[in-house]
C-alpha cells in the first residue's frame, strides 16, 4: 500500500546544487518519521538526513551545512536540497519512511547522484 516516488537525482559538477524529492502514498503522512539515506558502491548505506513527524531534525556530519532536509504533509512530500556537492556525495540516495517503534519501514526505489567534472 505504501509508496514512495523519489525524482531529482543527475549528474553535478563539484560545487553544484539538486533538489530531491519523495512523494508518499497509502499513508497517514504526518504520522512517520522521514528520511534521506544513501549508499555508494562497496558501502553500506548511510543516514544523510531525517525529520521526525514532530519537525525533529538530524544530519549526517558530511553534510551540516550543505545539505537541508524539509517536508509538506499537506503534500506529503519531503525534499533533500544539496548544495556545494562534492564527488564524495556520489551515492544512490533512496527515501525512507517509518513509524517510530518500527522494526522495517519503507524504501523508495532510490535515485543516482553523481558529483563528477
Known amino acids: 500500500q505504501v509508496r514512495l516516488v523519489e525524482s531529482g537525482g543527475g549528474l553535478v559538477q563539484p560545487g553544484g546544487s539538486l533538489r530531491l524529492s519523495c512523494t508518499a502514498s497509502g499513508s497517514i503522512f504526518s504520522l512517520y518519521d522521514m528520511g534521506w539515506h544513501r549508499q555508494a558502491p562497496g558501502q553500506q548505506r548511510e543516514l544523510v538526513a531525517g525529520i521526525t513527524s514532530g519537525g525533529t531534525i538530524t544530519y549526517g556530519d558530511s553534510v551540516k551545512g550543505r545539505f537541508t532536509i524539509s517536508r509538506d504533509n499537506a503534500k506529503k512530500m519531503v525534499t533533500l536540497q544539496m548544495n556545494n556537492l562534492k564527488p564524495e556525495d556520489t551515492a544512490v540516495y533512496y527515501c525512507?519512511?517509518?513509524?517510530?517503534?518500527?522494526?522495517?519501514?519503507?524504501w523508495g526505489q532510490g535515485t543516482q547522484v553523481t558529483v563528477s567534472s
Open positions: 525512507n519512511q517509518r513509524l517510530r517503534g518500527s522494526s522495517t519501514g519503507f
